[in-house]
């Protein structure tokens, strides 16, 4: 029998529907210490998008914010097109239709698994909140746990019970907070798709915190990288990866080098050579430096070249080779675990066909040549 890849179909907003989540130049700061500056951001009903940045970034400032944990200094959030912050209003958070996965579940250890889903649904009445929690245990096929107690489970089915009583009362948008960094790696993965497949079966909008680049690409649909208190790029995670918007963004989402190089003619070249060409750049001449990684950089074994393997790092299925340039500058290599130069080797270094890598200017980057780099092409380059 022929395997099959399961698509799941994102479920798509009727064109009039606000989105469920919308920040507008929200900012908090902490005394002199910046939280988050000036955070635009829009989700659309049924999204799940991921917030990824370095420690301090102002991930978790957002998520309280937005569940009002905080009080913005300034700008509005509005949640399914309702200001819960901003414009003098303030919505207490039992209010808002966002729920909360925290990475330790935070359940209530002295109720069952059922009275933990059953927890924000008091406007019910007693057969209704039975009747949700009973379908929500369901969907997270935990129902035959209702009557265990939290510490009677798992890390991953405590999980699932967070996300039951996460969804139960149908927020708007549900804040996910590292909800899967506290379970060991073989749980991790099972969890995570568990968890993505049930806010999609449930058309849930969905902002998830992590620090794990592969999760935010791979979960997202569309990834937010923030920075020192702003967001840096927000982008289907393609563009983040293949198109990042700045060095920062580059070197934080992947490994990636960074070389000085030119764009002459349209010729992208930089120590290692010509590194392809550059559509749209031909009157141009211009320094820049250019983005590779290390999928895109190939290495052949050749006495007369000047470049060596400096060290080598094995990583199952796949060698890293750093390559230590001319220059003194170094470029990293993904070889196929087949493929190991011993340390000392001379390599050619190229870049693979078909790469077309991202050009920097400063801290960011470019797509189309700075005015001031066009040049007069001379009558013998015409
Ligand atoms: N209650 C607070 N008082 C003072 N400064 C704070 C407070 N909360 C956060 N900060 C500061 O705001 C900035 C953003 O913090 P935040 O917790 O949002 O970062 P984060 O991206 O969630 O980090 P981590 O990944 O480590 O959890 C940091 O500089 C932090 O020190």
């Known amino acids: 029998m022929t395997a099959q890849m399961e698509t799941i179909p994102v479920p798509m907003a009727p064109e009039d529907t606000p989105p469920a989540l919308a920040l507008d130049g929200v900012t908090k700061h902490y005394g002199s210490s910046r939280g988050v500056d000036a955070l635009d951001l829009s989700v659309p009903a049924g999204e799940l998008v991921t917030l990824i940045g370095p420690s301090g970034c102002g991930k978790s400032t957002t998520l309280r914010l937005v569940a009002g944990l905080e009080r913005p200094d300034a ?8 200001v819960v912050a901003g414009s003098g209003v303030f919505v207490n958070p039992e209010l808002r239709r966002v729920g909360l996965v925290f990475q330790d579940h935070a359940l209530f250890p002295h109720l069952t698994v059922g009275l933990n889903v059953q927890f924000g649904l008091d406007r019910l009445s007693r057969a209704d909140r039975r009747r949700r929690a009973g379908e929500l245990l369901d969907l997270v096929q935990l129902a035959h746990l209702a009557d265990r107690y939290p510490h009677e489970l798992s890390g991953g ?5 967070a996300l039951a009583r996460a969804l ?14 506290g379970l060991d790696e073989s749980l991790r993965a099972q969890v995570r798709r568990d968890t993505v497949a049930t806010l999609r079966e449930t058309g849930t909008t969905g902002v998830l915190v992590t620090h794990d680049q592969t999760e935010a690409l791979s979960v997202g649909s569309r990834v937010v990288v923030m920075h020192n208190g702003v ?31 030119r764009v002459h003619r349209a ?17 141009s001449d211009v320094e820049v430096d250019v983005v590779l990684r290390p999928h895109e950089v190939a290495l052949q074994a050749d006495p007369t070249a000047s470049a060596r393997v400096s060290a080598v790092e094995y990583h199952g299925a796949f060698v890293l080779h750093h390559v230590q340039l001319a220059s003194g500058r170094t470029l990293r290599s993904w070889q196929p675990h087949i493929v190991r130069f011993p340390i000392g080797t001379a390599v050619t270094v190229t870049v693979t066909a078909g790469t077309s890598p991202t050009l920097l200017i400063g801290d960011r980057a470019v797509t189309t040549p700075p005015l001031d780099a066009r040049r007069a092409a001379t009558p013998h380059e015409r």
Not at 157 to 161: A, C, G, K, Y
């Open 75 to 82: 700008g509005r959030i509005s949640v399914a097109g309702s």
């Open 157 to 161: 089915e405590q999980q699932r019970v």
């Open 168 to 181: 139960a009362p149908r927020p708007a948008v549900v804040l996910l907070d590292e909800p899967f960094s």
């Open 231 to 261: 967001i840096e790029q927000a982008d289907v995670p393609e563009k983040v990866f293949e198109r990042p918007a700045t060095r920062f963004v580059a070197s934080f989402m992947g490994d990636a080098d960074f070389l000085p190089a």
């Open 267 to 283: 010729l992208l070249t930089c120590e290692i050579g010509i590194v392809s060409t550059v559509p749209g750049w031909a009157d």
